[in-house]
């Protein structure tokens, strides 16, 4: 399928049609938008070619369904995936993952060419690796590849272009299981450890103390998810939430807000005169403000304001 338009909400449907529903935004200092898009699904590999011609900003959401292994050949662009985020040069491939907020900026003379996976098949493989069902999305950490796998990625596009137009069925799935075994063995992701056989079942001290250390580093990023840690760990959200239930007897989850409550705490014993209990736990991720008092009072016996109280009755004197 090969496709060009100048106008907006075309685009929009166009792409949409090939990756999932998504908001467009062109730069406002941008004359026009000349979109060109191929996609290519009768190859042994399902490609797809997008430039937009100006300075574009794209809202994906949660991502739905997708794994998109995308390689810069002109320009520059960006991708950010939750509270991480990546740059694209020409030459750069960057994998984007399934089930995260997604946002891309793409420069006015950006060009692509993405790989789209089927998830189903890329999933199972990686089930097959790990020896046992997926309990958590497969995750890519969203970086650009190393220099290795990307000369690799590159042999696999030259080939790619030499194979015939139609493949027998037995070809087409051992150069799939080939290319989906390189990525998965290539590029880090949530299951990267657990295909090294380090399965965190066996060690749940070492793993809880490492993503305890993880989360004292972050703890500043209020956008930071269980899944972010688990990520980072290659391990998958499921594995980490037993590894803290057996060391430290509280979901991970659980750990963060006990480091933020006690950083709250130490905000109101330390407040200036003007400040107030709803402007530090704002500042500290909390923004239900009843259920704050009770997780409070909870862990330190008063509650939020009677701590600022004691605070001012201190400071008077």
Partial sequence: MHYRTHDLDEAIHAVGAVYCPHELHLDRRARALDTRLSATEARPLALVQLAYGARVEVDAGEFPGLFLFMRCTAGEGTVSQGNR??????????????????????????????????TAALEACCASLVGRPLDDGLKFDPVPFTPALERSWSGVWDLVDTLPAALPAPAYRSLEQFVLMSLLHGHPHNYTGWMRGEQPASRPARLATLAESFIHDRIAD??????????????????LQLAF???????????????????????????EDDDTVTDIAFAHGFFHLSRLAQQYKAQFGESPSDTLRARHRRSAR
Avoid at 85 to 110: H, L, N, Q, Y
Avoid at 222 to 238: M, N, Y
Avoid at 250 to 263: D, K, N, S
């Fill in 222 to 239: 209020l956008s930071l998810t269980v899944s972010d840690i688990a990520s980072s760990l290659g391990v998958g959200v499921r594995a």
């Fill in 85 to 118: 985020s990546a740059t694209w040069r020409a030459g750069t491939t960057i994998p984007v993952s399934a089930g995260r907020p997604t946002r891309f900026d793409f420069g006015a003379s950006f060009e692509q060419i993405t790989f789209r996976p089927d």
């Fill in 245 to 271: 239930q057996a060391h430290r007897g509280i979901t991970p989850t659980a750990y963060v807000r006990r480091i933020r409550l006690a950083q709250v705490r130490e905000r109101l014993l330390d407040a």
